[in-house]
């Protein structure tokens, strides 16, 4: 199986892509920080009794007056900058990837009815979708926010409210051309339950086009949590994601304590950019019509 | 064509009455704005008054009906926080966000057109991979950041540019605008530049997309066959078609700049009617969020209108049903 797939096309593409493995690498590296890096770091940033007051707004460590012990300098309370970073990575990305799974089986689960079973709940579902889609994800996001107030799992149901849309069209519009096919007539006439026909004969056939959709939402989402934070209406401030320390970072730009500021915002363009690399490899090779 | 504006125009009365409904919902069930109109230490029968007054001691359907007649003769209340009407509030602060909306996508189509096209027209150069790969960190990077970053540089570093607020406005028309003034110009650039950012990048790797779809056209190989000049091929040809996709983009960036123009107005303290909207989220300043979401749905709803009619005029293959 792994020998199979090592010397597959999809493989063999991807060794001639340098964009592609610059992607595969910076994700790799954000994986490997975001899973493993709060056991190194070597200080919890939220343990008020770790922190100390005196080490507040410590420039990065190459610089006059910083200390070793903090590469990337501190904050306001004295909390290391890496250790925030990584903690924030974490959030963010885990808000990034649940909504982009709620996002995906909600839409796909829709997708499939609206495409499946058409008339009116076909009707129902598309005229919603087409409503939504006039109005940009992130005002609705931002609209769903101020009316829930902050939390994690509110970032959550805002952004799984704003990703659906696209799974659903993209399903039913696979849908609606799978279902004319012979191998569903044949499972039709062999009696099978509707339940049964989509879920183990349409669905591995339209699941294609949603690898790259799902993967470039995780990005984006990552940016609209950002943005939301930013604005504080986002994730609260016992759990700062990325956006959330930028914004702590911008109350004091002014005073020219950069660094605090320009870190974290480093971290999301490296997550996203090595998501968008990555996802642009992908749409060529999953879309063979480009090629 | 006369069947089908008059049914997109009944679609768009529709999407209006749906968000309306929706936005009605949603203030209804989030937190109890009669304690934003009273004092402090109100008794209970000043409450009461309040609320009868605002009209919240009735059923949900009769308060529907209320917010929509209300709604139809442009009657949206006072704001909380402003005692003034919401409406005037928000007009009032629709230039300034406009502003920097035009500038910003003034900005994005003078750089994404021309770097698209010639990515599109050349795919293999060294040059297109640049710009691409510059484009997909346009779109990686949080607009946010990019305008704190900008702010630091230029503005706290430099000294080159002021770090926030509107410049001189001059009256035209009746509208203040500083697009007239030196200084309203100075002023603007940054965040308008931050703004166009993520537009630029999108309008770029639309315009390459529809460029390289043209190329391949046979009457592009015929044009060349004729002896017609390079340039003449490119823009003559080539840019008039593969520029139908990016007019459509260009529609739907402007709801997207004006829902992210909320943010850059925050970060540079831009008096515009996003910065207001946040500042009412903040403050539960209902009246003017009402105003805010309605007015911004009426002018997508009008910009997609005009958009879909004016596809079907650049590209006369395309028929309305």
């Given at each position: 199986m792994a020998a199979t797939f090592l010397k597959s096309q999809f493989v063999f593409n991807w060794r001639r892509n340098p964009p592609a493995i610059l992607g595969t690498l910076i994700l790799v590296v954000c994986t490997g920080l975001v899973v493993f890096g709060p056991f190194l770091v070597r200080q919890n940033p939220y343990d008020l009794t770790q922190l100390n007051l005196m080490d507040s707004f410590l420039p990065p460590a190459w610089l006059d007056g910083g200390n070793p012990a903090y590469?990337?300098?501190?904050?306001?309370?004295?909390?290391?900058?890496?250790?925030?970073?990584?903690?924030?990575?974490?959030?963010?990305?885990?808000?990034?990837?649940?909504?982009?799974?709620?996002?995906?089986?909600?839409?796909?689960?829709?997708?499939?009815?609206?495409?499946?079973?058409?008339?009116?709940?076909?009707?129902?579902?598309?005229?919603?979708?087409?409503?939504?889609?006039?109005?940009?994800?992130m005002l609705i996001a931002l609209f769903l926010m101020s009316a829930f107030g902050t939390g994690i799992d509110k970032v959550l149901i805002a952004l799984t409210a704003v990703g659906w849309v696209v799974y659903a069209r993209t399903v039913r519009g696979s849908t609606l051309g799978e279902v004319q096919k012979e191998y569903v007539q044949a499972a039709r006439v062999a009696g099978l339950s509707n339940a049964r026909i989509i879920?183990?004969?349409?669905?591995?056939?339209?699941?294609?086009?949603?690898?790259?959709?799902?993967?470039?939402?995780?990005?984006?989402?990552?940016?609209?949590?950002?943005?939301?934070?930013?604005?504080?209406?986002?994730?609260?401030?016992?759990?700062?994601?990325?956006?959330?320390?930028?914004?702590?970072?911008?109350?004091?730009?002014?005073?020219?304590?950069?660094?605090?500021?320009?870190?974290?915002?480093?971290?999301?363009?490296?997550?996203?950019?090595?998501?968008?690399?990555?996802?642009?490899?992908?749409?060529?090779?999953?879309?063979?019509?480009?090629? | 064509m006369f069947a089908y504006t008059v049914k997109r125009l009944f679609q768009m009365l529709f999407v209006l009455w749906?968000?309306?409904?929706?936005?009605?919902?949603?203030?209804?069930?989030?937190?109890?704005?009669?304690?934003?109109?009273?004092?402090?230490d109100a008794t209970d029968a000043e409450v009461e008054n309040a609320r009868r007054i605002l009209g919240l001691d009735r059923s949900l359907p009769e308060q529907y009906w209320f917010f929509l007649t209300n709604l139809m003769q442009g009657e949206f209340g006072n704001s909380y926080v402003f005692r003034q009407p919401a409406l005037d509030l928000i007009v009032e602060r629709l230039p300034a966000t406009l502003e920097i909306v035009l500038v910003a996508m003034a900005i994005a189509a003078i750089v994404a057109i021309p770097l698209g096209v010639f990515a599109g027209a050349n795919p293999g150069h060294p040059v297109s991979r640049f710009i691409m790969s510059g484009s997909l960190l346009g779109i990686s990077l949080p607009g946010f950041w990019v305008g704190m970053m900008l702010i630091y540089v230029l503005a706290v570093e430099l000294r080159l540019f002021p770090s926030s607020g509107r410049g001189e406005t001059l009256e035209f028309l009746g509208i203040r605008t500083s697009l007239l003034t030196a200084n309203g110009w100075h002023h603007i650039l940054l965040p308008a530049i931050t703004l166009s950012f993520g537009t630029t990048a999108i309008i770029l790797r639309i315009t390459r997309a529809g460029m390289m779809e043209v190329m391949r056209q046979d009457y592009i190989?015929?044009?060349?066959?004729?002896?017609?000049?390079?340039?003449?091929?490119?823009?003559?040809?080539?840019?008039?078609?593969?520029?139908?996709?990016?007019?459509?983009?260009?529609?739907l960036q402007l709801g997207d700049l004006i829902a992210f123009a909320t943010i850059t107005e925050t970060i540079f303290a831009w008096p515009g009617m996003g910065k207001l909207l946040i500042d009412s989220i903040y403050r539960a300043d209902r009246p003017v969020i009402v105003v805010y979401l309605m007015l911004v749905a009426l002018i997508f709803v009008v910009v997609n209108f005009v958009v879909d009619l004016l596809y079907t005029m650049i590209d006369p293959r395309i028929t309305v049903k």
């Open positions: 590469l990337l300098g501190t904050d306001g309370q004295g909390r290391d900058l890496v250790a925030a970073i990584v903690h924030g990575a974490r959030i963010s990305a885990l808000i990034g990837l649940s909504a982009m799974a709620l996002a995906c089986t909600i839409g796909t689960t829709l997708g499939l009815i609206a495409g499946f079973y058409g008339g009116r709940v076909d009707a129902l579902i598309m005229r919603v979708a087409d409503v939504q889609l006039s109005f940009p994800s879920v183990k004969h349409v669905l591995p056939n339209v699941l294609t086009p949603l690898i790259v959709i799902a993967t470039v939402q995780v990005g984006t989402f990552i940016l609209i949590e950002a943005s939301l934070s930013f604005l504080g209406v986002g994730v609260p401030i016992t759990q700062p994601s990325l956006g959330l320390l930028i914004k702590n970072g911008f109350d004091v730009l002014f005073s020219g304590l950069w660094w605090t500021s320009v870190f974290p915002g480093l971290m999301i363009m490296a997550m996203v950019f090595g998501i968008n690399l990555l996802g642009d490899f992908l749409r060529d090779e999953l879309n063979p019509r480009l090629k | 749906a968000v309306s409904v929706l936005v009605f919902l949603m203030m209804s069930f989030t937190g109890d704005p009669v304690y934003m109109v009273v004092r402090i190989r015929f044009a060349r066959a004729k002896g017609a000049s390079r340039r003449g091929v490119l823009y003559g040809h080539g840019l008039r078609n593969g520029m139908i996709p990016v007019v459509t983009i260009f529609g």
